[in-house]
């Protein structure tokens, strides 16, 4: 749907909204070097302007917590990362069993990058506090679901107990059990007094995103981010990161980055 008039038909039916935003691929183009994908100066005034005009942002991202801080370091946002593991408007769930998580994270993580090792340039192994994600975007298409089957079994072979796999598109990923999306919503609704009451608008661009669509009730919406058609929980799309941003543009007030 065209992002002005889903705007228009969503600021009818509520004041306030409470937006809950993947990164990459969502709000940021991805890029080659994934520490390269950063948001830009107009997607970080987007979601500054709907904080400043009373909507609560939450970014919720498989990338680390310390990453989404570096990347969106506005005032009054909240962060999820590692698929909501690590919520920076909470502390962390005992302080002794996090730190087994991270280390049981680093040895797979050694034994993923061993059985990978002749893996071609571009194949990237992102460590993260509680998982490893392995990467395959960046490589030519024609290679992409060979290496992406190879390292599902590396990590599947070593996969430590508490843990569970996950597939993206271009992305096979461990992270701890319990920790996704979905759940992020609804810590959200129980959590912080902005966000209570407010409908969701929910946007993503990934499989691990279903997670966050499934999780909405009949007042919030899913906005898939997606250049096609596909099936998806998300009621409506829009086609690239650019939309997105415009229809975040709608209820921010600040009119089109030019
Ligand atoms: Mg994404």
Redesign the pocket.
């Known amino acids: 749907m065209a992002p002005g008039r889903l705007a228009a038909g969503l600021r009818a039916r509520a004041p306030r909204w409470g937006f809950v935003l993947?990164?990459?691929?969502?709000l940021a183009p991805f890029r080659r070097d994934p520490s390269r994908a950063v948001p830009s100066v107009r997607a970080r005034r987007a979601v500054a302007r709907l904080l400043s005009a009373g909507h609560p942002v939450c970014i919720v991202?498989?990338r680390p917590l310390a990453f989404l801080r570096g990347a969106w370091p506005l005032a009054g946002l909240d962060l999820a990362g590692s698929h909501g593991a690590e919520r920076a408007w909470e502390p962390p769930r005992g302080v002794s069993a996090a730190a087994a998580c991270r280390r049981a994270a680093r040895r797979l993580e050694r034994a993923v990058r061993r059985a990978l090792r002749r893996a071609p340039g571009g194949l990237f192994v992102e460590s993260k506090p509680f998982g490893v994600a392995v990467h395959v975007r960046p490589l030519p298409p024609a290679l992409r679901a060979g290496w992406l089957a190879a390292a599902e079994r590396a990590l599947r072979a070593g996969l430590p107990r508490g843990f569970r796999l996950l597939r993206?598109d271009c992305v096979v990923e461990a992270r701890l059990r319990g920790a996704d999306k979905g759940r992020v919503a609804r810590r959200l609704r129980r959590g912080p007094a902005r966000w209570r009451g407010l409908p969701l608008c929910a946007a993503?661009?990934?499989r691990?995103?279903e997670d966050l669509f499934a999780a909405l009730g009949p007042r919030d919406v899913g906005v898939l981010?997606a250049r096609r058609v596909r099936p998806s929980a998300a009621r409506f799309r829009v086609a690239g990161v650019g939309e997105l941003l415009t229809l975040l543009e709608a209820f921010g007030g600040g009119g089109k980055e030019r």
């Not at 993947?22 to 969502?26: F, K, L, R, S, Y």
């Open positions: 993947d990164h990459d691929g969502t991202s498989g993206g993503g661009d990934d691990t995103d981010v």
